[in-house]
Every structure is written in C-alpha cells, then in structure tokens.
C-alpha cells in the first residue's frame, strides 16, 4: 500500500511470471503508444502523409506505395533538410540482418522519384548527397 501512495500505478509479488511480467509492460507500452500519436499527419508542400492510416497524397490525390516506400518516404519526411546516410536508411528500413543488399535502396529511391517528383530526373524532394546518401526537402 505504501508504494501506491508514493505514487506507484501497479507492483509484481516474487517470485514474478515472467508472462505476467511481460503482459503487464506490453500494456504499459500500448498506453503510452496511443498517447504518443497525435502528430499523424505529415504535411510537406504539396505531399502529405497519414501515418495511421499509412496513405500518401501528393496534390490531394492518393498515391500507391508499397510498404517499403512508404517508410522510406516517412523516414525522410520525419527528418526534412537533413543528409541521410545510405547505410543507416537500409539499416532503418531494411534491418541490419537483412538478407537484401544495399542496391535495394536506390532502387526504391528511384521508385519513389517516380510517384512524387514532378520530374524523377531532377529529383527535388529527395536529393542524392554524393557519396553519403539522401536529403528530403519539403517544396
């Protein structure tokens, strides 16, 4: 009783379920997740994203991304004027024990120039940094 009157919302007895355990913190993160989203909505010039509902729309009209486009496409949003390096988006959106090579990311990149950019050959919204990796900037 004493703990909850310090301030605890919850306690374990000994010997502790680990299932119990493990129940009780993915709760805890679940509450405190859906606390955390309320900046679901990426607007950036004339491209927007709804992370909860996971669509993309670039002039009001919806986009169609896979999966792996949509979060690098996200990733860049969430990080606007700043130089990606190549290996950590592969490692962000692919793992670090990925079996896919590093190849598979710009073969995305240019996917992705494909669906957004006015002109995928002059690429303004996601930039290549010779020799270090991307840069997304908001038009």
């Known amino acids: 009783m004493n703990g909850f009157l310090q301030g605890a919302d919850d306690y374990l007895e000994k010997p502790i379920d680990m299932d119990l355990l493990c129940a009780k913190v993915k709760a805890l993160m679940r509450r405190n997740y859906s606390l955390k989203q309320e900046n679901t909505i990426i607007d950036s010039g004339t491209l927007s ?41 592969f490692n ?18 240019k996917m992705l120039w494909d669906k957004i950019e006015a002109d995928p050959r002059k690429p303004q919204r996601i ?7 991307y840069k997304y900037e908001e038009i």
């Open 92 to 109: 962000q959106i692919w793992g670090m024990d990925s079996f896919s090579e590093n190849q598979t990311l710009t073969v995305h990149i």
């Open 127 to 133: 930039q290549t940094v010779w020799g270090i990796g």
């Open 49 to 89: 994203i709804d992370k909860e509902a996971k669509q993309v729309f670039l002039n009001k009209r919806a986009l169609s991304l896979t999966v792996k486009e949509y979060e690098l496409l996200v990733l860049f949003a969430e990080n606007p004027g700043k130089t990606l390096n190549k290996q950590y988006l």
